[in-house]
């Protein structure tokens, strides 16, 4: 196990719970090197755990002080993807629709030319409609969380709440103790 592996499962349950637990198709976050210094070494061995569940960690963008990190659920993110008014939104951006890691390295270019391409939204499972409104600026936004909410608000606050309830119990949870792979394995018994 890397030096810093409790460091790390620390910061995927402050920023990835709801995607480890299955609510969530993924999650993007940012660490910094000088907190993580073997970040490489985690980022192996935590997949090699994480394969068994279908879920995945890659890098979308790095600079000297820190790593952005995108974790994933593969399956869900293949199902959002083969969605056609997805690829409707994406297709004028030049990904590829072939396999997922040629779309991820898409994505990868794409953040090296836009600091933040409004399409990542789609790949962060946020509601279509929601990204639509606010790649086209079409309406005001109603709401801010998560993300930017323009449509369904009441059911997306009670999202943004089981986000958040979800959270901070993995978070208690792996500081009582608990290893980040029991949560996932309970969660994914309990569904």
């Not at 196990?1 to 995607?19: C, D, G, H, R």
């Not at 980022?43 to 600079?63: A, D, P, R, S, V």
């Not at 293949?78 to 004028?92: F, G, Q, T």
């Not at 086209?136 to 997306?156: A, D, E, P, Q």
Request: net charge positive.
């Amino acid at each position: 196990m890397p030096e810093s592996a409790l460091t790390f499962q620390e910061k995927l349950a402050l920023y990835s719970a709801p995607t480890l637990i299955g609510m969530k198709t993924a999650s993007l976050f940012r660490i910094q090197k000088k907190d993580i210094p073997d970040y490489e070494e985690c980022l192996h061995y935590f997949n090699q755990q994480f394969k068994k569940y279908g879920i995945q960690i890659c890098i979308l963008q790095e600079n000297k002080s820190s790593v952005l990190l995108y974790i994933y659920e593969s399956v869900s993110l293949v199902h959002i993807l083969s969605n056609p008014l997805v690829w409707d939104i994406l297709k004028p951006f030049h990904y590829p629709n072939q396999d997922l890691t040629k779309v991820l390295e898409h994505l990868r270019k794409r953040l090296l030319e836009d600091e933040f391409p409004h399409e990542i939204g789609l790949f962060l499972g946020y509601p279509l409609y929601d990204v639509i409104h606010f790649m086209n600026k079409s309406c005001k936004c109603k709401l801010i969380g998560h993300w930017k909410v323009y449509c369904n608000v009441k059911n997306t606050q009670k999202t943004f709440y089981k986000y958040n309830c979800c959270t901070k119990m993995v978070q208690k949870r792996i500081s009582n103790g608990e290893s980040i792979f029991r949560l996932i394995e309970r969660s994914m018994t309990a569904s």
